[in-house]
């Protein structure tokens, strides 16, 4: 089992950044992809950015391309989101995921951590 916990969401002006910290315990010891997505009331939950378990292969969604970047830290078991000129659309409940490599499903998900977009 893998716990995660978001951080880092807030309320922010369009053009500003924020950047999101997801936090993993428990069996982190397993060689794990992680990912954002995010959701908005009324709306299916969107993949936003990923990254394998060493860091070399990230993708990200067309819309955040260039302005959003995904890292990982495995030494303090922490995902991040660093989000750069950010637009109302962004605004959303941003999820931190995980899943072993060889599986096409996350197993594990984090409660999510709120952003906001004002314009």
């Known amino acids: 089992q893998v716990q995660l916990v978001e951080s880092g969401g807030g309320l922010v002006q369009a053009g500003g950044s924020l950047r999101l910290s997801c936090a993993a315990s428990g069996r982190t010891d397993s060689i794990y992809r992680m990912g954002w997505f995010r959701q908005v009331p009324g709306k299916e939950r969107e993949f936003v950015a990923s990254?394998?378990?060493?860091?070399?292969?990230?993708l990200y969604a067309d819309s955040v391309k260039g302005r959003f970047t995904i890292s990982r830290d495995n030494a303090k078991n922490t995902l991040y989101l660093q989000m750069n000129s950010l637009k109302p659309e962004d605004t959303a409940l941003y999820y931190c995921a995980a899943r072993p490599e060889y599986r096409a499903d996350y197993d594990y998900w984090g409660q999510g951590t709120q952003v906001t977009v004002s314009s």
């Open positions: 990254i394998n378990w060493n860091g070399r292969t990230t």
